[in-house]
């Protein structure tokens, strides 16, 4: 990054807070670049392309936005990145860009200090800037690894994500005793008990949506209505919940009802893979590819 000075890197990560602040739920890091791209004047060598491919603007705002991670002010993760609490209350403080820079800065030599307390100290005062190409590619897997994934799991066929969910929960401890066939269900397409006799309670009842757009209170009280007393609901959406449905799903005192959204259904999916039978991993077929890691 010596092409770029720290105050343009303020100024750089000013701009993609000015961006996310607009959107408190948060953007894909390609939508935050790509406004960036269109609202700012790029240099020469921002607007350069690398031999490899990739505009070098793109991997500029990556590395500058690093320390405001590691000082807690950004928060990234598959992909999106997001503005945390002392991330607004710092853009709100540091009007300088290049003051900006160095204070979110001055926070990761921090952080790096705290994980090597036990070392000689690595970060030399006058550093300007973390040394993580390992950062960049890893984030940049990530993003690519989880877009193909989420492009997956959303395009599928609704009755094979029904049976994707069930394979979850059969991988998980749970015996299945139903899933919905094709055609008009009633608002459940899956029940599931603790035992394969069904005498340990509770019974789960489970609504599997494959929907672009979030679901909203008046759909997840539809699904409540059918819990009986001693069920448990999980709900599951690729498109995810609105703030009131998951505010109503939190707050709930006689129904328990579970939200899984496409990100934590992902997650369940990864962490029981091992035990997922060979026939239902194909309905989402998975396979490690190694990086080397980023700082942590």
């Known amino acids: 990054m010596a092409d770029v000075t720290i105050h343009r890197q303020g100024e750089i990560v000013q701009e993609a807070f000015k961006v996310l602040l607009a959107h408190p739920e948060g953007m894909t890091a390609q939508d935050v670049i790509s406004s960036l791209r269109s609202t700012m004047t790029l ?17 500029i705002v990556r590395f500058a936005t690093i320390p405001y991670v590691k000082a807690g002010w950004m928060f990234k993760e598959k992909g999106r990145w997001t503005i945390t609490d002392a991330g607004r209350n710092a853009y709100a403080k540091h009007k300088d860009p290049e003051g900006f820079h160095r204070a979110a800065f001055a926070l990761y030599k921090e952080w790096k200090r705290s994980r090597k307390a036990s070392e000689p100290a690595i970060i030399p005062e006058d550093a300007e800037e973390p040394s993580s190409t390992a950062a960049i590619t890893f984030e940049q897997a990530e993003e690519q690894a989880w877009g193909e994934v989420a492009d997956y799991l959303t395009s599928m066929n609704p009755y094979d994500l029904q049976k994707l969910v069930a394979a979850l929960l059969r991988a998980m401890g749970y015996h ?8 008009k269900d009633g608002g459940l397409d899956i029940l599931a008990w603790n035992d394969p006799l069904g005498t340990r ?30 069920d448990v609901g999980i709900f599951v959406c690729t498109g995810g919940f609105s703030r009131d449905a998951q505010d109503e799903a939190r707050t709930q005192q006689t129904r328990k009802v579970t939200l899984l959204d496409l990100e934590k259904l992902y997650e369940l999916w990864v962490e029981h893979y091992p035990k997922i039978d060979q026939d239902s991993r194909e309905y ?6 190694y990086f080397l890691a980023p700082e942590e």
Do not use: C
């Open 176 to 183: 299945v005793s139903w899933i919905a066939p094709p055609g």
């Open 43 to 59: 240099t020469d060598h921002e607007n350069s392309t690398y031999k490899s491919g990739g505009l070098a603007f793109d991997k």
């Open 284 to 289: 989402l077929p998975l396979k490690p590819i």
């Open 201 to 230: 309670p509770p019974r789960i009842k489970v609504q599997v949506k494959r929907h672009e757009a979030a679901v909203g209170v008046s759909d997840l009280r539809s699904f409540m209505a059918l819990l009986g007393e001693g």
